[in-house]
């Protein structure tokens, strides 16, 4: 079964840090993608890393896919409330199905 | 831009009675899904749904959960007869194909269901 391991489960930090998350699994995956969760809504997709090393920019977002394709990162600059989020990393685990993983969640103080 | 719509928002039903949750695609989609997420758990996957039958699903969409896409527009997820443990967000996706890295798939924003 492939798992997708996240931490840490809760992160608190003071606007202006930088931080990271991780997304960890024993499975190789062909892809990883990263999405955003606000309380209420659906995940929205922030990213899609493909190759193995590949590094993504979204702003001051940075986001890493792991040599062997079984680990990503996720590396906030300069934090801003706005962060503020659960963060959720998902693979694909077949053509149609997507496994994700439990999320760290994000919180930015002003 | 275009987007998943999921009706209703919140949906409150007694143990042992039927549900139908109702999403709309984006219209050029042609691949669909339905996810749950029960309260402080993960988004988990449970049917993926093509050209009238179902693709894939997991173990969680058992006898009682049945998918239909009655007319070009509307795709719903039946829940029969409700059990307490279903309550959750249940999130419809859809996306343009499948097995492409480009093949993202768009989440509506969830009907919350409740079973009393």
């Known amino acids: 079964t492939q798992l997708l391991e996240q931490s840490p489960q809760f992160l608190s930090i003071q606007e202006g840090e930088n931080l990271t998350v991780y997304c960890n699994s024993s499975?190789?995956?062909?892809?990883l993608q990263w999405y955003r969760q606000e309380p209420g809504e659906g995940p929205v997709l922030l990213v899609t890393?493909?190759?193995?090393?590949e590094v993504k920019k979204l702003k001051r977002l940075t986001f890493q896919f792991g040599d062997a394709r079984k680990d990503s990162s996720l590396h906030i600059t300069a934090a801003q409330p706005g962060d503020t989020g659960l963060y959720l990393c998902?693979?694909?685990?077949?053509?149609?199905?997507?496994?994700f993983g439990s999320g760290t969640r994000l919180s930015i103080r002003p | 831009e275009p987007e998943v719509t999921q009706t209703p928002s919140h949906q409150v039903t007694q143990m042992g009675q039927e549900v139908i949750l109702r999403c709309v695609p984006i219209?050029?989609?042609?691949?669909f899904y339905w996810y749950r997420q029960i309260l402080g758990q993960k988004v988990e996957f449970l049917v993926s749904?093509?050209?009238?039958?179902?693709?894939?699903k997991s173990e969680i969409f058992d006898d009682q959960f049945s998918v239909e896409r009655p007319d070009g527009s509307n795709f719903t997820l039946k829940i029969r007869s409700t059990k307490l443990e279903d309550s959750a967000m249940y999130f419809c996706?859809?996306?343009?194909?499948?097995?492409?890295?480009?093949?993202?798939?768009?989440f509506g924003p969830g009907t919350r269901l409740t079973v009393l």
């Open positions: 890393v493909v190759t193995g090393g």
């Open positions: 998902a693979g694909y685990s077949s053509a149609s199905k997507i496994i």
């Open positions: 749904f093509y050209n009238n039958e179902i693709s894939e």
């Open positions: 219209s050029n989609h042609l691949y």
């Open positions: 499975s190789v995956f062909s892809s």
């Open positions: 996706a859809s996306s343009e194909g499948v097995g492409r890295t480009t093949d993202t798939q768009y």
